[in-house]
């Protein structure tokens, strides 16, 4: 469980505002509505991905690679090639895992914890600002060209486990999502280009 949470994201305090300081967050604003606008429009997408994980316990990292598939609005999949074949699969609500001959499945509802980790993928994908800011704070920097989101979690609970979630991306192609814990450890999934059929 754990590992698929870590697989399938800041508090701002200011005394004085400056005008400056308001017509920055407001750009900041607009930036971010253009660019979950964009996201909304991409219906699908097919791209491969290498993904490196950073662990405590472990004396070197866990890398692996393979694909990704979205289907509007809520079908996730995240196809493990190396350095074994596993598979995840999200689709209304449900998540589930295929390793070999074994398969799982859980009713993400049903585990309030693993919500935030989907809900940082689907809802940046499909563009659904009010599912992002109901599990998340969010900082937007850069403009649609060069973009970083940075997520905190809102549950408490959520944060024992997960510091932040950042995804960074070009216009509506996300390159980069790290998932940082509490405890310091991190997945780092780079996101390559298109796959074509």
Same mark, same amino acid.
């Given at each position: 469980?754990?590992?698929?949470? &870590?697989?399938?994201?800041?508090?701002?305090?200011?005394?004085?505002?400056?005008?400056?300081?308001?017509?920055?967050?407001?750009?900041?604003?607009?930036?971010?509505?253009?660019?979950?606008? *964009?996201?909304?429009?991409?219906?699908?997408?097919?791209?491969?991905?290498?993904?490196?994980?950073?662990?405590?316990?472990?004396?070197?990292?866990?890398?692996?690679?393979?694909?990704?598939?979205?289907?509007?609005?809520?079908?996730?999949?995240?196809?493990?090639?190396?350095?074994?074949?596993?598979? *995840?699969?999200?689709?209304?609500?449900?998540?589930?895992?295929?390793?070999?001959?074994?398969?799982?499945?859980?009713?993400?509802?049903?585990?309030?914890?693993?919500?935030?980790? &989907?809900?940082?993928?689907?809802?940046?994908?499909?563009?659904?600002?009010?599912?992002?800011?109901?599990?998340?704070?969010?900082?937007?920097?850069?403009?649609?060209?060069?973009?970083?989101?940075?997520?905190?979690?809102?549950?408490?609970? &959520?944060?024992?486990?997960?510091?932040?979630?950042?995804?960074?991306?070009?216009?509506?192609?996300?390159?980069?999502?790290?998932?940082?814990?509490?405890?310091?450890?991190?997945? *780092?999934?780079?996101?390559?280009?298109?796959?074509?059929?």
């Amino acid at each position: 469980m754990r590992r698929a949470r &870590v697989a399938l994201a800041a508090a701002l305090t200011a005394l004085l505002l400056s005008s400056a300081h308001a017509a920055s967050a407001a750009s900041s604003s607009a930036s971010l509505d253009e660019l979950l606008a *964009l996201l909304a429009t991409r219906r699908s997408s097919h791209v491969s991905f290498t993904e490196v994980q950073e662990m405590a316990m472990l004396t070197r990292p866990l890398e692996s690679s393979g694909e990704l598939l979205y289907e509007a609005p809520d079908h996730l999949e995240k196809r493990t090639l190396k350095p074994r074949a596993e598979t *995840l699969v999200l689709e209304r609500g449900v998540l589930s895992a295929t390793r070999g001959h074994r398969k799982y499945v859980l009713r993400v509802e049903d585990y309030p914890q693993v919500v935030p980790f &989907v809900e940082s993928i689907r809802a940046t994908l499909a563009g659904d600002r009010a599912a992002l800011e109901r599990f998340f704070t969010m900082d937007f920097e850069g403009e649609l060209a060069h973009w970083t989101l940075t997520l905190v979690p809102r549950d408490p609970a &959520v944060r024992r486990h997960v510091a932040r979630i950042r995804l960074t991306g070009e216009r509506d192609a996300i390159r980069t999502v790290e998932i940082r814990q509490s405890d310091e450890d991190r997945s *780092l999934m780079t996101v390559g280009p298109e796959i074509t059929p």
